[in-house]
């Protein structure tokens, strides 16, 4: 009779071939984890219920390291495309969950963001429905890649569009900026350095929906500011509206450690990666109601109204310094934190 053998403490090459080992780590810990009707029929994809018009985005998470100060890649991979197709003005379903793992990983480590996967799930409302596991060999990877495809359906409430945001509109942030970015350097190899910083990565999609169900029309456009930051978004924003955005520095909020951080390491925080707060572009005349009704929420508690969309300087950004000056925040040029998400 076949006796199920335990599982080898690091993934081997065989985990990967479509055989018996596949199914074992397939088995013991993915459909285990994540067993839900959908997942249960085991097919090449998934059979799910959805109605009218879908909201579908798709990401690969290749941070380094994996595990790092307030999580890990794998609650990372839930959080970014869960808050993708919330961005969208969507309501987040399902997921689908694909694992590209470099030959060697402990086993702990995967059982680890497997479990953190779950949880992030859960909390954020999706199920897991479909996905694919590949094993690559030892020095071709780099210990773990995760793809995540969301899939939702279109918020009743919302109109978020591009075509919508106008002159006199508001800028606000849902929290403090660049704790994410900063997390990950302070425990990248070589550039370590004291700090109990944590990334702020967390599920975004109730906050949008609460939002759009109290504010509908007045929320314009929806961003979360990751790779390029604050200054990437609000650069996009002001080149594909054709309008200026203006900024203040005295605004923006940042915690104490990140702004020394990033003063200690010669980076601007508005260009450091995020992975917990949106952008909200939302009309004038309901902002102050919109930005209170944002700090009353457990995701928003820390929101700040940040600049404005003007008619002048179109398509570029303006800062107003604390000291009174003013300046162009052109958007990332280059590199500047690599493998951040």
């Known amino acids: 009779m076949y006796s199920k053998p335990k599982l080898p403490d690091s993934i081997q090459l065989a985990h990967g071939s479509g055989g018996l080992m596949t199914r074992e780590l397939l088995d013991e810990i993915v459909f285990t984890t994540f067993q839900n009707p959908y997942l249960e029929q085991k097919h090449d994809g998934a059979i799910v219920p959805l109605e009218g018009p879908v909201v579908i985005s798709t990401d690969s998470f290749v941070v380094s390291p994996i595990f790092f100060r307030g999580g890990n890649i794998g609650e990372l991979a839930v959080h970014g495309t869960v808050n993708d197709v919330a961005m969208c003005g969507g309501i987040p379903k399902f997921l689908s969950l694909s694992f590209i793992i470099e030959e060697g990983l402990p086993t702990s480590d995967f059982l680890k963001i497997v479990h953190s996967i779950k949880v992030a799930a859960d909390a954020s409302g999706v199920q897991i429905v479909t996905g694919d596991t590949k094993v690559v060999e030892s020095g071709k990877g780099d210990k773990i890649f995760i793809n995540t495809t969301g899939i939702g359906s279109p918020h009743p409430k919302g109109r978020i569009a591009m075509e919508h945001v106008t002159v006199g509109d508001q800028v606000l942030v849902s929290g403090p900026i660049a704790a994410h970015g900063m997390a990950i350097l302070s425990e990248r190899e ?44 609000c650069s996009e924003i002001a080149q594909d509206s054709d ?99």
Do not use: W
Not at 196 to 223: C, W, Y
């Open 243 to 341: 309008l200026g955005v203006v900024l203040r520095e005295t605004d923006f909020p940042i915690d104490p450690q990140v702004s020394a951080a990033c003063e200690i390491l010669g980076l601007d925080p508005l260009y450091v990666a995020n992975e917990g707060i949106l952008c909200a572009i939302v009309d004038g005349n309901d902002a102050s109601e919109i930005l209170s009704f944002m700090k009353g929420h457990a995701k928003g508690s820390k929101a700040a109204c940040i600049g404005a969309i003007v008619e002048e300087h179109p398509g570029k950004v303006v800062m107003e310094s604390s000291i009174g000056g003013k300046r162009i925040v052109t958007p990332l040029i280059g590199e500047q934190l690599p493998r951040i998400c």
């Open 190 to 233: 070589g550039l370590e350095f004291e700090s109990e910083i944590q990334s702020d990565t967390t599920n975004l999609n109730h906050l949008v929906d609460d939002l759009l169900q109290n504010f509908g029309p007045a929320i314009h456009l929806l961003r979360d500011p990751t790779r390029g930051g604050v200054s990437g978004v």
